[in-house]
C-alpha cells in the first residue's frame, strides 16, 4: 500500500470509504485484515464484499462492514458471473465507496468493470495467476480477454513478482504506466518470529491449497524417496478447494494411508506449525509471492522451493533456501 500514500491522501481527504472485495472471506480474514486495519488507522471506512460463510465473514464483522457477494471461483457459467456483476452493481451504488480494492481473479475481473461503470476508482491486485495460466487451454484466451478489459477498467493494478507484470505488459493485457510492482501481500515480522526447537524429529511442512498445481504430489513422491525414522512430513492446507484440480479428501486418505505423510486442516494459527518443523517446502508450479514462505522466512525457518516465477523472488538460492526443479520429485529428494 506504500504507493498510495495513504496518510497523505487521509489528510487531504480525498477518499473516506474503501472496498475490499475478495472472492473468499477466509482470505480476507487471514490475509486481508492488517491492510484494513491499517487503512482504518488513517482514518478510512472500510467495507469487505465477500461471499458469505458464516464464520470468517461474522469474524469479519466484529471490526468491519460485510456485504455478501457469491462469487463461484471454480465455475465458468456466464449467467453466474452476471448475477455476480449486478450484486457488486447494487453494493457499489448502495455504499457508494471512493475506492475499490480487488483481489483475486474474479473480483479483478468483474469488480473493475462495475466500479468503471459506476465512476469508482479501483485498484486491482494481481496475487498470482493461478491454473488458467499454468496449464494453457480456450479458457486460458478467454482469460485473457477479461483481463484486458478489466485493467483498462481499472484505475491502477498490483504485480507481486515481475514474471507476472511483463507477461501482461508483453501480451498487451496492461500498460507500463498502469502498473507497478509490491513485494508480496507482507507478513508481520513481530509476529513470526524464530522459535529454538529440542527434538529428535526433523519434520518438513508444505503449507498450501491442496491442489496439484502446488506440487502437491512432487511432495508426497519425495517423503516416499526419503521417509526415514527421526523424519517427518507434514501437509497443512484446504482439502476441499474450488480449483479444477483440487485432491479430494478421499485422494488424500488414499495418499496418506502408508503413514508416508500427515495431513493436517486449514487453520487460523501457521504460526504453531512452524514452531514445530525444522523445514517448509513449496514445490509448486507458479507462484504469486507465496505467503507461507514468507513466513517460514520471518520465522527464520529454511525452506526448499521450485526455481519458478514467484518462488525464486522470495528465496535466496543457497542461502534462505534451496531450488528444486520443478515437476521432479527425485531432484526435490535430493534436496
Known amino acids: 500500500m506504500g504507493y498510495l500514500n495513504v496518510s497523505s491522501m487521509a489528510r487531504k481527504e480525498q477518499v473516506k470509504k474503501i472496498v475490499i472485495v475478495l472472492n473468499s472471506a477466509w482470505q480476507g480474514y487471514n490475509f486481508r485484515m492488517n491492510l484494513a486495519r491499517e487503512l482504518k488507522k488513517n482514518n478510512y471506512e472500510v467495507l469487505f464484499f465477500a461471499p458469505e460463510d458464516n464464520n470468517y465473514s461474522n469474524k469479519i464483522r466484529r471490526e468491519f462492514f460485510f ?26 451504488k448502495k455504499n ?89 501481500s507482507g507478513v508481520d515480522t513481530n509476529f513470526f518470529l524464530p522459535v529454538i526447537r529440542d527434538s529428535d524429529t526433523f519434520r518438513f511442512l508444505m503449507v498450501s491449497r491442496l491442489i496439484k498445481d502446488k506440487g ?45 505423510v500427515k495431513f493436517f486442516d486449514k487453520t487460523d494459527d501457521v504460526k504453531s506449525f512452524l514452531n514445530k518443523v525444522d523445514c517448509v517446502v513449496l514445490p509448486s508450479y507458479r507462484e504469486g509471492s507465496p505467503r507461507s514462505i514468507l513466513e517460514a522466512s520471518s520465522s527464520c525457518i529454511p525452506v526448499i522451493v521450485t526455481n519458478v516465477t514467484g518462488c525464486r523472488d522470495v528465496v535466496d538460492n543457497n542461502i534462505t533456501g534451496l531450488y528444486c526443479r520443478v515437476k521432479d520429485a527425485k531432484d526435490l529428494a535430493s534436496k
Open 216 to 260: 502437491l504430489h512432487e511432495f508426497i513422491d519425495a517423503a516416499k524417496i526419503t521417509k526415514k525414522n527421526g523424519v517427518e512430513f507434514w501437509i497443512l492446507g484446504e482439502s476441499n478447494s474450488e480449483n479444477l484440480t483440487a485432491i479430494s479428501k478421499k485422494d488424500i486418505s488414499r495418499l496418506s494411508q502408508n503413514g508416508v
Open 67 to 92: 456485504v455478501n457477494i457469491n462469487f463461484n471461483a471454480k465455475g465458468i457459467n456466464p449467467l453466474d458471473d452476471l448475477k455476480t456483476s449486478y450484486s457488486l452493481f447494487r453494493a457499489f
Open 96 to 184: 457508494k465507496p471512493d475506492i475499490v480494492l480487488n483481489f483475486t481473479i474474479k473480483p479483478n475481473i468483474f469488480s473493475a468493470v462495475v466500479a468503471r461503470l459506476l465512476r469508482i476508482h479501483s485498484i486491482n491486485n494481481i496475487t498470482g495467476l493461478g491454473t488458467v495460466f499454468i496449464k494453457k487451454t480456450f479458457i486460458t484466451a478467454i482469460v485473457k480477454l477479461l483481463y484486458k478489459i478489466s485493467l483498462a477498467c481499472s484505475t491502477h493494478t498490483f504485480f507481486q513478482n515481475s514474471d507476472d507484470r511483463n507477461l501482461f505488459i508483453n501480451n498487451n493485457l496492461i500498460s507500463k504506466d498502469k502498473c507497478n510492482l509490491i513485494p508480496g
